[in-house]
């Protein structure tokens, strides 16, 4: 029979006791899996997750891509329209232009016939293109003036007409008069500018006092006929020129534009009142003349 000692017996129900067993003795093993992972970092607070793709190789082999459908569709495109048969074009509405056939130079070639097919009537001598007299009229002078010549017999002031008419851009004058019997008297003055705007300050200027009673006609005149290429209008003075000792003047002017070249056509009668209708026939003659 065994002998069971007291103390014997307190040892070994404390070791069978887990609430009596030291501090010490409850650790895990250090080596084992539950010691490691009960002292492992937190992940919350160590690990970030997984990282984001980065998107510019992506971006780049998107961009690449639609470059390459771009070229490849333009491409397939000229491809196609290379291989198809070309589209007439319309006929043009005169076959045939008249120009003149080139001719070998000589002794009589100018500077015109070399410019044949650019050539304009108006670059031609100014003075053929000043209405003819009519059947009956005397003419009396058909000539090129001089700007300050022309300005000089022509303006109230001279020197301001003359810097007016240089800022237009005046290339030349040509003045045509003529009469008829002792009692109509008929000048035309053909003023031809650098350019159409040159022209057209002229004219627009010359037209805008014609309504003046003092200064002008005193009435708003009439257009000349349709269909003429070009602008104007025909006046008859309202009241004629009165004089001591001379009979009643009439007077009667027209102002026309075509292109770069300006019309002013001046009428005096000391017989009766002028007719619009007259003043303006002759105007539009003139107009078509240029």
């Known amino acids: 029979m065994a002998i069971v000692l007291w103390g014997d017996a307190l040892l ?13 003795e409850n650790a895990p093993d250090p080596d084992s899996s539950e010691f490691l992972a009960a002292n492992a970092p937190d992940a919350t607070l160590s690990d970030p997750g997984p990282r984001r793709r980065r998107r510019g190789r992506t971006t780049l082999l998107i961009a690449a891509a639609a470059v390459l459908g771009v070229i490849a569709g333009a491409a397939t495109g000229y491809g196609v329209q290379y291989h198809r048969p070309p589209s007439p074009l319309a006929p043009l509405a005169q076959q045939e232009l008249a120009t003149p056939k080139p001719v070998t130079a000589d002794d009589s070639t100018t500077y015109r016939s070399v410019n044949a097919n650019r050539w304009d009537t108006t670059d031609d001598d100014l003075t053929k293109l000043l209405l003819e ?8 002078s058909r000539q090129y003036e001089s700007v300050g010549e022309w300005a000089a017999s022509w303006f109230d002031d001279p020197g301001r007409g003359f810097s007016a008419v240089n800022d237009d851009g005046v290339r030349r004058v040509a003045v045509g008069h003529w009469y008829a019997g002792d009692r109509t008297t008929v000048t035309i003055t053909l003023l031809q500018f650098r350019d159409r705007p040159g022209a ?10 014609m309504p003046d009673p003092k200064e002008g006609a005193g009435n708003q005149g009439v257009p000349l006929a349709d269909g003429l290429k070009g602008t ?21 002017r027209s102002i026309a534009r075509v292109g770069d070249i300006v019309m ?23 107009v078509e003349q240029l």
């Open 133 to 140: 007299a009519p059947k009956g009229a005397k003419e009396v």
């Open 200 to 209: 057209e300050s002229f004219a627009r200027g010359q037209s805008g006092y």
């Open 12 to 24: 070994e129900h404390a070791q069978t006791i887990p609430e009596l067993r030291k501090e010490g």
């Open 264 to 286: 002013y056509l001046e009428y005096l009668d000391n017989t009766g009142s002028i007719s619009e209708k007259d003043i303006a026939d002759l105007a539009k003659r003139q």
């Open 232 to 252: 104007g209008r025909a006046w008859v003075y309202s009241q004629p020129h009165q004089k001591d000792g001379y009979m009643p003047l009439y007077e009667a």
